[in-house]
């Protein structure tokens, strides 16, 4: 009977002690953190057939809970900003995201951080992501080209995607990223091809960065060898985009240069090029202080000082017009913002877009 006992006793203290021991070693390595910061978009929205149309349906919270694997991954550190179609993001916004993902970011238990946000203007957020976030962890923003109510949602996929990729060692050092599709993107080379498709994020003649297993293991190619940091701003300066197109006369050049842009992105044809008209427009607008890049509407290549005729890339270059090498107008848009908090003088500005 007391050898029983005794017996009993002494399973019950291994007993306790294995399960102390377990909760102690639970305590001492927890999921890692990663940050979730939620905008809007498809991914957060649903069909309303009230309305004929997706409309923003899903919090950041019900977001996650659709993405069940998370849990096994990491612990989510939540900030929920804003439920917006990304034709509503601005440059206000943009450094709203900024401050979360830096606040996010300083937390030393986050190991990365995820935006969840539109596809329309995806790049844009992640491109000024991309300049102006100082630390080295990975920072990735995902959206969806289906919505939630949709049998093939690919949200939780892409956020799936988006926390492993966070989690990810190589992904440290990388800079911004845009995943979709199990494909990585960088913010500077990507851009939004097709209306459509689920495959849209492209990174034309650069290529993916790298790839999302089907098993989760990220794998990268190669890095974006073109970066550059500026200090997070209070405030971006109005920056205007005008297409170029046949037989334009340059009045809203004028009209801009006139209303207050501190600064104008033309998007031209071929190397970057404009009529007469429009050259005599640039002309002006640069000799009242306002600086003007030159983009194309071309979707691959660098602008280029090839060509002498009037509107030509050479004399354009010499009247002092800022040439936004491989960056798509609004990309270029957000790069002479920031270059603009800094200095607005043309050759100066122009050493920003040849880094
Ligand atoms: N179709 C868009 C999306 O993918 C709408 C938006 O950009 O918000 O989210």
């Known amino acids: 009977m007391r050898k029983s006992i005794f017996v009993l006793a002494l399973v019950m203290v291994f007993t306790v002690s294995l399960i102390v021991g377990m909760g102690t070693q639970a305590e001492s390595s927890p999921l890692p953190k990663v940050g979730v910061v939620t905008t809007g978009g498809t991914i957060a929205m649903k069909y309303d057939p ?7 349906a899903v919090s950041g919270e ?6 069940p694997k998370l849990r096994e991954l990491a612990r989510i550190e939540l900030i929920d900003i804003a439920r917006i179609p990304s034709s509503y993001m601005d440059p206000p916004m943009w450094i709203k995201v900024l401050k979360s993902v830096e606040k996010l970011l ?15 203007t995806l790049e844009e957020t992640a491109w000024f992501l991309d300049l102006t976030v100082k630390s080295p962890k990975p920072v990735i923003c995902i959206g969806a080209m289906r919505g939630a109510s949709e049998v093939d949602f690919d949200g939780p996929r892409n956020l799936e995607n988006a926390v492993r990729i966070a989690l990810s060692k190589e992904a440290i050092g990388k800079g911004t990223m845009l995943v ?3 494909q990585i993107n960088a913010a500077r080379e990507v851009t939004k091809t097709h209306t459509a498709q689920v495959e849209t994020f492209k990174s034309g003649e650069f290529g993916f960065l790298g ?3 089907a098993d989760g293991k990220i794998i990268f190619n190669r890095q974006s060898t073109r970066r550059q940091h500026f200090d997070p701003p209070e405030k971006l300066p109005r920056v205007d985009i005008l297409s170029f197109f046949t037989g334009a006369d ?3 050049i004028k009209f801009a240069s006139e209303d207050g842009a501190e600064g104008i992105v033309i998007v031209g044809t071929g190397l ?10 640039i002309e002006a607008a640069l000799k009242a202080g306002v600086p003007v890049v030159m983009s194309t509407r071309v979707h691959q290549g660098r602008v280029q000082p090839v060509y002498s005729f009037k509107g030509g890339g050479v004399p354009l270059k010499d009247k002092g017009v800022i040439l936004a090498d491989d960056l798509n107008p609004q990309k270029a848009r957000i790069l002479l913002m920031l270059a603009l908090t800094k200095t607005k003088d043309p050759k100066e500005i122009q050493k920003y877009f040849d880094k």
């Open 50 to 56: 009230a309305k004929k149309g997706f409309v923003p």
């Open 62 to 67: 019900d977001l996650i809970a659709m993405a």
């Open 106 to 120: 300083s937390d030393t238990e986050v190991a990365g951080a995820v935006i969840t946000h539109g596809t329309d």
């Open 180 to 182: 979709l599709n199990n």
């Open 211 to 213: 790839y999302v297993n």
């Open 250 to 252: 340059g009045r809203y």
């Open 272 to 281: 970057g090029h404009v009529n007469p008209a429009v050259h005599d427009a």
